[in-house]
């Protein structure tokens, strides 16, 4: 038995895609492939033992990706997605060579499709991505002239991983968030953290009626289609059911995800292998 499907189900089974976050806010990319890539089997993981990733170091966020990367080799997976805008600003292009398979990110598809909305852009991410700047410079490479505003929303990924969208609490820390990219009069808004689409019933309404939206999830999806057709490695057999696991509370992870999937799914713990040294990136 591996830490994960043993080796008979492994061989019978398509290789999936790979897709992991902190938490519960790839599910927003798991969807996407339903929808555009409804053939395509999923490994899932969810790194909840040691959300959120937007308060750590990029020293450790190059470490926790690399061990679900190596996990997920074990798994079989023919290609990963970062369902993790935090993990795509820091880590993509450390690893993207260092796997057998194409590991892709949200951020450059999510800026090309925020360059193509509009000219003012806010974008809401956690406190590493805005660090980063990831967000910005993609987007001013796409189009200098488009001016972006960035905003870290800590709160956030709490929010949505406690279950309190529905809480006064998660208004009033949105409005406090949105106030500085309202005041700029941005006219797009980019989902910059996975998460974020969950809590569109709570940012809508404090925005104006004309702004316009992005999910990377959307772009990133569609550019996981293309590229799976580029390597000849779309399924063209029916998808098996998603293999979730995750690396805090099984039970803790179902209880939330049944409002975004419309099921309990399965769920099981699992162990991260430890890898040699911590890599300083």
């Known amino acids: 038995m591996k830490n994960g499907l043993d080796h008979r189900l492994l061989a019978q089974r398509p290789a999936p895609i790979g897709i992991f976050d902190s938490g519960v806010g790839g599910l927003t990319v798991l969807r ?18 040691r959300l959120p990733y937007g308060s750590r170091s990029p020293e450790e966020i190059l470490y926790f990706v690399r061990q679900i990367l190596t996990w997920m080799a074990d798994q079989g997976v023919k290609m990963v997605i970062m369902a993790c805008n935090t993990s795509s600003a820091l ?13 892709l990110g949200l951020i ?18 956690t406190q590493a991505t805005v660090t980063s700047r990831a967000y910005t410079h993609a987007i001013q490479e796409i189009n200098p002239d488009c001016r972006v505003w960035e905003v870290g929303c800590p709160l956030f990924v709490p929010i949505v991983e406690q279950n309190q969208i529905k809480d ?20 797009t808004l ?18 104006p009626a004309a702004m316009q939206y992005v999910d990377p999830a959307i772009s990133m999806v569609a550019a996981a289609a ?24 099984a039970p803790e992870f179902k209880r939330l995800a ?17 890898l040699v040294a911590h890599p300083k990136g």
């Open 226 to 249: 293309k590229e799976l057709d580029a390597l000849g490695l779309r399924s063209s057999t029916p998808a098996w059911s998603t293999e979730f696991y995750v690396s805090g509370s």
């Open 32 to 49: 996407e492939i339903y929808r555009q890539l409804p053939n395509e089997s999923v490994l899932y993981f969810g790194d909840t033992a």
């Open 108 to 125: 450059r598809p999510g800026a090309q499709a925020a360059a193509l909305r509009g000219r003012r852009i806010g974008v809401i991410a």
């Open 190 to 207: 980019v989902y910059g953290c996975t998460h974020y689409p969950h809590l569109a019933p709570v940012l809508r309404p404090i925005l």
């Open 168 to 187: 006064p609490h998660a208004q009033r820390t949105a409005a406090t968030y949105l106030q500085p990219l309202m005041a700029a009069n941005i006219d």
């Open 91 to 103: 880590a993509l292009d450390l690893v993207q060579g260092e796997f057998p398979f194409p590991v």
């Open 258 to 274: 049944v409002q975004w999937l419309g099921h309990q799914p399965a769920v099981r713990q699992i162990r991260l292998p430890e």
